[in-house]
């Protein structure tokens, strides 16, 4: 029993000594030498991508796929297509199915704001009565339009192939103009960033825009154009250019 | 009973006598320890003679050894601690110069990391405070300097940056001028930092938002997406001994006014603690003791 309460004893005083060696050692660690301190930092991704492809209007068009290598057959073109100068075209019956691709994509760290900006010339026929009808050679019958009559219709669709607007090309322009945004927050992946036309569906980043000008869709109103176009009808009111140019621009913005 | 509480008594007794044998033997090894930095009297002329009633010859009298040529001074005893709001600086010390997100004015984030690495984009920017103490007992002559390193080395990164010092020195930059990572790079400071005394440096870097060059900004962006480019910065401070010990440059140290020795308390705290402890047990034996007499 002894034994053992001075073993307790011992123990005891052990771990005071030990405290107290702790101590005074601590007092010859308090002299610290300051080196250096530095930090890194990478630079913040942009990596915004805006690419197209394809063309919307050609000098020539056929009306069927190419059946072989020597298939060259055409059935519009421009008159003086070997020239480099030369318009490209449109008329009825003619379209381009693979038309322009344009893809946005990118998942930038940093604030941006999209801006679409499009301008557009479309084929218009206004609203009016007593057109002459050029169609039975007499040039005597007239028709009458109702609405303006625009001949090329456009579509446009998204990488799956899902159509995202369809009709005039000032259509198309308002639907690509209400993809612009002041405000995308960093770190969105831009590529499935926008909705589709049912406003909840998410687009990937690819629109495709195409177009075709029916064959059988209102003879007498083409047959009008066409004679304006080709400068044997004056009417200054008929507007015969057709184009496209759209502008996209993404900006970081602080 | 009445022998065992006097054998309790005793064993209490000698507990006691054992813990200030201890806490005497912690004074005497503290005492040799602080005897290192007492003033060395050898050759030094005592002011007070021994016999109060002597004349001023017993004085003369009792000077029998020439004081040093040489004052005695204190042991120099120096201590330099660099450091931020973070804590102190050690070897190599990760501090926080750029951040993994930025605000606007309007405290909105338009720069977000994502992947928890900071980053730097036009339009961040950041200040960097950090100070550096002498708390020894000797002026302390110290260097400050820069390296900044952009990775890969071919690229070029716009960012630029300003130190000023505490007392309004411009180390690098000035007011209205920020400096270039290369004028950064060759940015240092020299200065001397009295006992007892502190000095701080502060740090503003910004990458322009409306620089001169928004091609470079998104050629950098733009890569940045494919490959790692980073912006390295490394603060390097040396003290030395100042050959002037009583120079005086810097802030002073504010004196607390507590000196009181808290290890002597803290000994005689553990000492208290251990006997607490004894005296439970050989309570809880005690009363063993006499349940089983019982």
Known sequence: MKKNKMMRVASALLVAVLLTTSVISGTYAKYTTAEEAGDTARVAKWGVGITTSGTLFAEQYK?????????????????????????????PGTKNEDGITFTLTGTPEVDLALTIAVETKDIVLPKKDGYTDYTDGNKVDTFDLANDYHPVVFTLTNGAGGTLATGTIEAIKTYLEGLTRAKIDSNTNLDTYFVGTDGTTKTDGTYKLTWEWAFEQNNKADTYIGNVIAGTVTDATCKTDISFDITITADQIN | ???????????????????????????VTFTHILNGFLPDDQGAISLQPEDSSSGKGELDDQATEKP?????????????????????????????????????????????SDSGYSVIAPGAKNSYTFKF?????????YTLEMDATVSPANYSIPLTAKINRYDGTWILGDREQFAS???LDAAEDRATLGAGRYTYYTLDWVWPFEGEDD??????????????????????????QSSDPHADGGISLPDTGDHTNLTFWFVIMVGSLIVMILLFLLDKKDRRDEKAEA
């Open chain 2, 215 to 240: 091609a470079l900004d998104t050629l950098l962006g733009n890569a940045a997406a494919d490959q790692e480019i980073t912006f390295t910065l490394w603060l390097k401070t040396t003290a030395t």
């Open chain 2, 1 to 27: 009973m009445e022998q065992k509480k006097n054998s309790k008594s005793k064993i209490l007794w000698l507990l006691v006598l054992l813990l200030f044998i201890g806490v005497a033997a912690t004074t």
């Open chain 2, 68 to 112: 040093s040529a040489t004052p005695q001074a204190t042991t120099p005893k120096p201590n330099f601690e660099a450091s931020d709001d973070q804590g102190a600086w050690k070897t190599n010390t990760q501090v926080e110069i750029f951040k993994i997100s930025y605000q606007n004015g309007e405290k909105g984030v338009t720069i977000q």
């Open chain 2, 181 to 183: 990572i290369p004028e």
């Open chain 2, 133 to 141: 103490k002498n708390t020894g007992n000797a002026a302390l002559d």
């Open chain 1, 63 to 91: 009306d069927a796929p190419i059946a072989n290598a020597s298939d060259d057959s055409i059935t519009v073109q421009v008159a003086n297509h070997a020239d480099a100068t030369t318009d490209n075209v449109v008329a």
